[in-house]
């Protein structure tokens, strides 16, 4: 019974490049979410998606990053043209029904990304 | 003013100490409570719920004042392995988000 998978572990990616983190929610889950943790903070929202569809992308900058969680296959948080201030662990979690604070969020072991 | 705020630390306790974190939450709307447990460089994983009439798992007791908006974590007779970063957590009333605090960083000396 695997938890929620993330990959790649470590990313690093050169200014300009583009990075792409995929979340296999765990086996059941139809509720995926994105967290970002920059050094020595807290987690911060970024996007709540279901199936096929964008629930709540409250925390999402404006540009360059987008995300998705198609029919078939892992959610995946694109990160166009990175910047330094991009590197952060990004972590995914993912819950049976809409969580609401009643149904926990399991989370991922996270990928962190460095942009050299 | 944060949505969630608690004190970083760290805290420095010797083990078998009792240590306590508070943490203050800003939005009268939130609706639950958690504290999460967090080990240096993983995901953060759910301690305990946190409910008004509080609550207690093993060594560790949860309180909530939903007046003062005030969260508590007390950790009785504290082992080594308790060394973490403790994050509270609470959750909007009509909202899917967890918001975080920035965490309090806990270290058990022998």
């Known amino acids: 019974n695997a938890g929620v998978m993330q990959n790649p572990r470590h990313l690093v990616r050169r200014r300009g490049q583009e990075a792409r983190l995929r979340c296999s929610p765990m086996k059941g889950h139809s509720h995926v979410y994105w967290y970002r943790q920059l050094p020595e903070e807290g987690l911060k929202f970024m996007v709540y998606l279901q199936k096929e569809n964008i629930i709540d992308e409250s925390g999402m900058p404006k540009e360059r990053f987008s995300a998705e969680f198609p029919k078939e296959g892992p959610s995946i948080l694109r990160i166009q043209q990175v910047v330094r201030g991009d590197s952060a662990a990004y972590f995914c979690a993912s819950s049976l029904y809409p969580s609401g604070g009643t149904y926990e969020q399991y989370f991922g072991p996270g990928t962190r990304l460095t942009v050299t | 003013r944060k949505e969630v705020e608690q004190d970083p630390g760290p805290f420095n306790v010797p083990e078998g100490a009792t240590v306590a974190f508070n943490c203050t939450y800003s939005?009268?709307?939130?609706?639950?409570f958690f504290w999460y447990r967090q080990d240096c460089r993983k995901e953060p994983k759910l301690l305990m719920s946190?409910?008004?009439s509080g609550n207690e798992d093993g060594r560790f007791t949860a309180q909530l004042n939903r007046a003062s908006q005030y969260i508590s974590l007390l950790i009785r007779d504290s082992k080594l392995s308790d060394s973490a970063t403790y994050l509270c957590?609470?959750?909007?009333?009509?909202?899917?988000?967890?918001?975080f605090g920035q965490g309090t960083r806990l270290t058990i000396n022998p």
């Open positions: 939005n009268s709307a939130s609706q639950s």
């Open positions: 946190v409910y008004s």
């Open positions: 957590v609470v959750n909007i009333q009509g909202a899917q988000k967890l918001v």
